[in-house]
């Protein structure tokens, strides 16, 4: 079975730009998590999604805004983006949302903001 | 906010050694999971304990968890290089249902 899937792996953005990160979770798993992680910080969750509905969001402005698809991909978005933004961005998926369940990561998107 | 902790940030040992970390938490949890992270790579879930269980094992892995003091160890026996890596716990407090994670363990094993 594939594994959860990241797409892209690096990214170098300037400023006030904007940025889309992909996600594609294991096969029949149905809610998607994504999570932030900095030296600083760590790791800093940021939404979850099931059935095409966020379930839950962390402490993040609304610069930062996600979706899922009927498929269960999901998209993460940041726009306008500032260099505290620079970060690597986990999405994890497990079977069912809640509950604690276990969290399968994808490898991540690193995203370097210029 | 970080609701674990874990203890110590670094840790430095010699393969065939025991490792152990400990993670500190602050509110009541339903679950504590361990987590493994090699460099540049996403998580990998290693364990589950829930908060009614004391002790949980997984191979060459031994999670113990004290919920009067809030308080999870893990043991990595008989260490390997392939074992360094950050080691991360998470909680899913009461009431909640996503993961809250910690700062990390970075345990690095010499041959």
């Known amino acids: 079975k594939a594994g959860v899937t990241q797409t892209p792996r690096y990214l170098i953005k300037t ?44 402490n993040f402005p609304g610069r930062f805004s996600g979706r899922q698809f009927s498929n269960s991909r999901s998209e993460m978005n940041v726009s306008t983006l500032e260099l505290g933004d620079s970060a690597l961005y986990l999405c994890a998926s497990s079977l069912v949302a809640g509950e604690g369940q276990p969290q399968h990561f994808g490898d991540g998107t690193r995203l370097s903001i210029l | 906010s970080q609701q674990g902790e874990e203890d110590p940030q670094a840790l430095s040992i ?24 090699n460099s540049g790579r996403g998580l990998v ?10 002790e949980k094992h997984s191979g060459r892995l031994r999670v113990t968890l004290d919920t009067s003091k809030k308080s999870s160890s893990l043991l990595i026996t008989a260490s390997r290089a392939a074992d360094t890596a950050s080691y991360f716990c998470a909680t899913v407090p009461s009431g909640y249902s996503t993961l809250t994670f910690g700062k990390g363990t970075m345990l690095l094993v010499s041959p």
């Open chain 1, 15 to 58: 400023r006030g730009q904007q940025v889309t990160l992909s996600c594609s979770p294991i096969s029949g798993h149905r809610s998607v998590s994504w999570y932030q992680q900095t030296p600083g910080q760590g790791l800093q969750f940021l939404f979850e999604y099931f059935s095409e509905t966020q379930r839950n969001k962390g």
């Open chain 2, 14 to 37: 010699q393969e065939g050694e025991n490792a152990t970390m400990n993670c500190s938490y602050k509110t009541s949890i339903n679950n504590l999971q361990w987590y493994r992270q």
């Open chain 2, 45 to 54: 879930h290693l364990i589950l304990i829930r908060s009614n269980e004391r």
